[in-house]
């Protein structure tokens, strides 16, 4: 009888090193969209950070009955890494943004106010004429 060795294998086959390219591949093509969205979202919630302190002043001025002035929250020098100014008009907080994925974008920021005692609720943020979508606005204050 005639004895043969088997040598054992060495190395990887074609067809396996093709099989991990493709999970890889197809990992990559469901994680970067993912990621850029995560991007896109931690760049509009600074938004909210930068208007934080004005919406404060905000606050407390509509809860005394009074006018809100702008130029006492420093609104012209709200700025950030992305969001490049805040601006007020009639209620509403608009903030733009002039780096990362969201240039050239701006998303207002509007009080929800409680229809039996008049207070402040929250906060809504809107896209004006699609600006930023809504899938990028803050969680803490989509529609």
Not at 12 to 17: D, S
Not at 41 to 65: C, K, M
Not at 73 to 88: I, K, M, P, W
Request: net charge negative; with cysteine; aromatic share 8%.
């Amino acid at each position: 009888m005639h004895s043969m060795k088997r040598t054992a294998q060495k190395g990887f086959t074609l067809i396996e090193l093709m099989i991990v390219v493709a999970i890889i591949g197809i990992l990559a093509a469901i994680a970067l969209p993912a990621y850029q969205d995560y991007t896109a979202r931690s760049q509009a919630s600074e938004g909210l950070t930068a208007t934080a302190g004005a919406r404060a002043d905000f606050g407390v001025a509509s809860s005394e009955g009074e006018d809100y002035d702008p130029t006492v929250s420093g609104l012209g020098n709200l700025t950030g890494r992305y969001v490049s100014s805040v601006s007020f008009s009639a209620s509403i907080f608009t903030v733009a943004f002039d780096q990362g994925v969201l240039e050239g974008g701006s998303f207002d920021l509007s009080p929800r106010i409680s229809t039996t005692d008049g207070q402040i609720q929250g906060w809504t943020c809107r896209n004006p004429q699609g600006a930023v979508q809504t899938r990028f606005l803050p969680a803490a204050c989509r529609p």
